[in-house]
T-cell receptor, first 114, second 114 residues
Framework: AQSVAQPEDQVNVAEGNPLTVKCTYS??????LFWYVQYPNRGLQFLLK??????LVKGSYGFEAEFNKSQTSFHLKKPSALVSDSALYFC????????????FGKGTTLSVSS | DAGVIQSPRHEVTEMGQEVTLRCKPI?????LFWYRQTMMRGLELLIY????????DSGMPEDRFSAKMPNASFSTLKIQPSEPRDSAVYFC????????????FGQGTRLTVV
């Protein structure tokens, strides 16, 4: 079975500071990994994904994520946070075996203060 | 493309009534997912279709829930009879076939059962 853990319910950072939102995963095979963002009263929006190749993946709005196979982690990062980055962030995993659905973590609320 | 379209956006119903949620996936996408979001349980996969065929319905809570996909452009999630604990936001998402493809989400249906 596949699962995702986001150990922090909330992350607080000051505008301009770097941010990290943590994610660890568990799959029986090799993973495909995704990050999504959700703004209030909206659906989830895709940010970035890791499929293969370079462990550092760049995505929308200046976000990036680093895949670490030995630590089974896929942490989301941004060098300089904006107040507008405040939202709910979800990590998701999909086993490379075809036929499995995206499984999401519980989400981490990011709050960026000015 | 208009994206994934869900209707209604909001539904308030009385306990015991039948509720039907509707979803139109992105044209050309052949995978469709129904998720439920609550504060307590986060984002849970209910059911996953591929080419209109249910692949994984292990997340469907109980027999009161049923989902259909009669064709590639339409899916329904039905709850009969509804209960207050079914109150949640229900999301539909679609993607191309392939575990490395991201899913695109609708705006969700906020269901309140009183």
């Amino acid at each position: 079975a596949q699962s995702v853990a986001q150990p922090e319910d909330q992350v607080n950072v000051a505008e301009g500071n770097p941010l990290t939102v943590k994610c660890t995963y568990s799959v029986s095979g090799n993973p495909y990994l995704f990050w999504y963002v959700q703004y209030p009263n909206r659906g989830l929006q895709f940010l970035l994904k890791y499929i293969t190749g370079d462990n550092l993946v760049k995505g929308s709005y200046g976000f990036e994520a680093e895949f670490n196979k030995s630590q089974t982690s896929f942490h989301l990062k941004k060098p300089s946070a904006l107040v507008s980055d405040s939202a709910l962030y979800f990590c998701a995993v999909r086993d490379q075996q075809a036929g499995t659905a995206l499984i999401f973590g519980k989400g981490t609320t990011l709050s960026v203060s000015s | 493309d208009a994206g994934v379209i869900q209707s209604p956006r909001h539904e308030v119903t009385e306990m015991g009534q039948e509720v039907t949620l509707r979803c139109k996936p992105i044209s050309g996408h052949n995978s469709l997912f129904w998720y439920r979001q609550t504060m307590m349980r986060g984002l849970e996969l209910l059911i996953y279709f591929n080419n209109n065929v249910p692949i994984d319905d292990s997340g469907m809570p109980e027999d009161r829930f049923s989902a259909k996909m009669p064709n590639a452009s339409f899916s329904t999630l039905k709850i009969q009879p509804s209960e207050p604990r079914d109150s949640a936001v229900y999301f539909c998402a679609s993607s191309l076939t392939g575990a490395n493809t991201e899913a695109f989400f609708g705006q969700g249906t906020r269901l309140t059962v009183v």
